[in-house]
């Protein structure tokens, strides 16, 4: 079980910054992947960002260049470092944590979500 803890919502103008952070219950060494989901009024949840165990990073087509995962494992802290944002970026976000069994078995874990609000 990984109890995740996030943190760094709020409201931000148009083209300004936020970060978003994200504390594990346990060593996220341990984990295979971690990333961030967002859900906004109406649309379904979509993948933001992910960072797999070594290090490589996927990101959304609409955050590109924006928006850089990162993690540090002496932390077990998760970032979300979120720049230019617009308004389409107003969303609920969500930390994710996944963890693959030896047996095969895919675990996911979510953070309470923290709301971001872009204003134009």
């Known amino acids: 079980q990984v109890q995740l803890v996030e943190s760094g919502g709020g409201l931000v103008q148009a083209g300004g910054s936020l970060r978003l952070s994200c504390v594990a219950s346990r060593s996220t060494n341990s984990l295979d992947a971690m990333g961030w989901y967002r859900q906004a009024p109406g649309k379904q949840r979509e993948l933001v960002a992910v960072i797999y165990s070594g290090g490589h990073t996927n990101y959304a087509d609409s955050v590109k260049g924006r928006f850089t995962i990162s993690r540090d494992n002496a932390e077990n802290t998760m970032y979300l470092q979120m720049d230019s944002l617009n308004p389409e970026d107003t969303a609920v976000y969500y930390c994710?944590?996944?963890?693959?069994?030896?047996?095969?078995?895919?675990?996911?874990?979510w953070g309470q979500g923290n709301q971001v609000n872009v204003s134009s």
């Open positions: 994710n944590a996944v963890w693959v069994a030896r047996w095969g078995r895919r675990y996911d874990y």
